[in-house]
C-alpha cells in the first residue's frame, strides 16, 4: 500500500506559466514533507520541505503548501523555465531523526515547454 | 561542505555475479547513510540504512547486504546478483536534516 502517492506520472506547462504539482498522503503520523527533483542520471537533490506546523513554505519560485485535513500537499513552481523539466519526487516521514524511513512518491516528470 | 562520492556510474554485471558498490561522505561525521534503489516506474526503496559503524538496519529483505567499515563509508554488496537486482541505486547522508543523495549507479544485470 502506498502512502505517498504522485498521482500525475507527468506534467507538461509553457515556460512563464505556473506548475502544480500534487501529492497525496495516507499515513496521518507523518509530519515533515520534502520535494526532490531529479535529473536522468543523476541523484534526487533536495528543493524544498515543509513541516506539518506550517501549511506554507516559500523559496524563491519554489512554493509548498500543505492541507493536513486532506492529506495533500502540492508544489508550485512560478513562472516555470525549461530547467524545471525532472522527475519531481515528494517523500514525508514521521518523527526528526526517523528520516531512514522516508516514504518516496512515484515520482511526477515535469516537462517545461520554451 | 559536505560531498558524497558513489562509484561506478554504471555496471553491466551477468547473473550470479558478485556486486560491490561503494559509497563514501566528506565533509561532515557521524553522518547517517542510506542505500536506496529506483527500479523501473518505481518511487525510491529504502534498501539499508545505518546510523554509526557497523550498525546497518536492513528494510527489505532480498539478496543484498550493506557494511559500514568506516564512519563515512557505505558499501552495497551482493554474492550473486539476479535479473530483478537492475536499477539505480542511490545512496545518501543525513544529519538531522534533509537527505542529500549521490548521483546513482545504474545495475545492469544480464
Known amino acids: 500500500d502506498q502512502q505517498v502517492k504522485q498521482n500525475s506520472p507527468s506534467l507538461s506547462v509553457q515556460e512563464g506559466r505556473i506548475s502544480i504539482l500534487n501529492c497525496d498522503y495516507t499515513?496521518?503520523?507523518?509530519?515533515?514533507f520534502l520535494w526532490y527533483k531529479k535529473y536522468p542520471a543523476e541523484g534526487p537533490t533536495f528543493l524544498i520541505s515543509?513541516?506539518?506546523?506550517?501549511d506554507k513554505n516559500e523559496d524563491g519560485r519554489f512554493t509548498v503548501f500543505l492541507n493536513k485535513s486532506a492529506k495533500h500537499l502540492s508544489l508550485h513552481i512560478v513562472p516555470s523555465q525549461p530547467g524545471d523539466s525532472a522527475v519531481y519526487f515528494c517523500?514525508?516521514?514521521?518523527?526528526?531523526?526517523?528520516?531512514?524511513?522516508?516514504?518516496f512518491g512515484k515520482g511526477t516528470k515535469l516537462s517545461v515547454k520554451p | 561542505s559536505q560531498t558524497i562520492h558513489q562509484w561506478p556510474a554504471t555496471l553491466v554485471q551477468p547473473v550470479g555475479s558478485p556486486l560491490s558498490l561503494e559509497c563514501t561522505v566528506e565533509?561532515?561525521?557521524?553522518?547517517?547513510l542510506y542505500w536506496y534503489r529506483q527500479a523501473a516506474g518505481r518511487g525510491l526503496q529504502l534498501l539499508f540504512y545505518s546510523i554509526g559503524i557497523g550498525q546497518i538496519s536492513s528494510e527489505v529483505p532480498q539478496n543484498l547486504s550493506a557494511s559500514r567499515p568506516q564512519d563515512r563509508q557505505f558499501i552495497l554488496s551482493s554474492k550473486k546478483l539476479l535479473l530483478s537486482d537492475s536499477g539505480f541505486y542511490l545512496c545518501?547522508?543525513?544529519?538531522?536534516?534533509?537527505?542529500?543523495f549521490g548521483n546513482g549507479t545504474r545495475l545492469t544485470v544480464t
Open positions: 499515513n496521518s503520523m507523518f509530519d515533515y
Open positions: 545518501a547522508w543525513s544529519v538531522l536534516g534533509p537527505l542529500h
Open positions: 515543509i513541516s506539518s506546523i506550517k
Open positions: 517523500a514525508a516521514f514521521a518523527g526528526l531523526g526517523s528520516q531512514g524511513n522516508l516514504i
Open positions: 565533509g561532515t561525521s557521524n553522518p547517517n
